[in-house]
């Protein structure tokens, strides 16, 4: 059986169960039913067994399971217009398919939502990449831009080399002179001291000579 008949069937069993509940207190007939199923399901000889089958199995008529176990499908043809009431496992059945359908659509929805939370990270995760690639970008431009130009660098040392050399050779230059100047005025002052000396030493040297040349003098006269 193809999968549509399968769930069209299945719909069936659970629209009569449906139908009976709305009926507890006054019963529904086989034949009352199917005319309100004419509508729901293509109604055959196939069809018709299997619903009759299910309607004995899940409702009950006195008259016909009083004392009884079960029931067959040539038994039940005696009673296609009587009423029937829904049996107590029949309606805890629609309960448990209720509970199940109820929960499926909780599971569906809690489904959806662990997708859309799935989208959402996945977005977010992208949004998160871009946000971070732009921080390396700016972390790039700005070391970038941080970086001096070393060619004005060097040229500039360079520059301040040459002159820090320039500089260096006048300050030698000017130290020199200053030096050459001083040696100078210090070998002046040395040898004003050195004709000094000597002056004194030859004054020095001539000053008894004079005093005995005077005393022999004096002596000269007095004779």
């Not at 004419?38 to 067994?49: A, G, L, P």
Request: proline content about 1%; some cysteine; overall charge neutral.
């Amino acid at each position: 059986m193809e999968e549509s008949k399968i769930l069209e069937y299945s719909n069936i069993y659970i629209k009569v169960l449906e139908i009976g509940e709305s009926k507890l207190s006054s019963g529904i007939a086989y034949c009352d039913l199917l005319t309100e199923l004419k509508d729901c399901i293509e109604i055959n000889n196939c069809s018709t067994i299997a619903l009759k089958k299910f309607f004995c199995d899940n409702f009950f008529h006195k008259e016909l399971h009083d004392g009884k176990a079960s029931v067959t499908i040539a038994e039940f043809e005696g009673h296609l217009c009587c009423n029937f009431v829904m049996s107590g496992e029949a309606w805890n059945k629609l309960q448990q398919y209720r509970h199940f359908q109820n929960s499926k659509t909780q599971i569906d929805l809690l489904q959806g939502q662990i997708k859309i939370a799935e989208q959402n990270t996945k977005e977010a995760q992208k949004e998160s990449r871009f946000a971070r690639n732009l921080a390396y970008g700016a972390i790039a431009i700005s070391i970038l831009t941080s970086i001096p130009d070393w060619k004005s660098l060097f040229d500039s040392t360079n520059s301040d080399i040459k002159n820090n050399t320039t500089l260096s050779l006048q300050q030698e230059t000017s130290q020199t002179i200053q030096l050459q100047r001083t040696n100078e005025l210090f070998d002046s002052l040395l040898d004003q001291l050195n004709n000094r000396v000597a002056v004194d030493k030859t004054k020095k040297e001539n000053s008894p000579k004079n005093d005995k040349t005077l005393n022999n003098n004096l002596k000269s006269g007095k004779k």
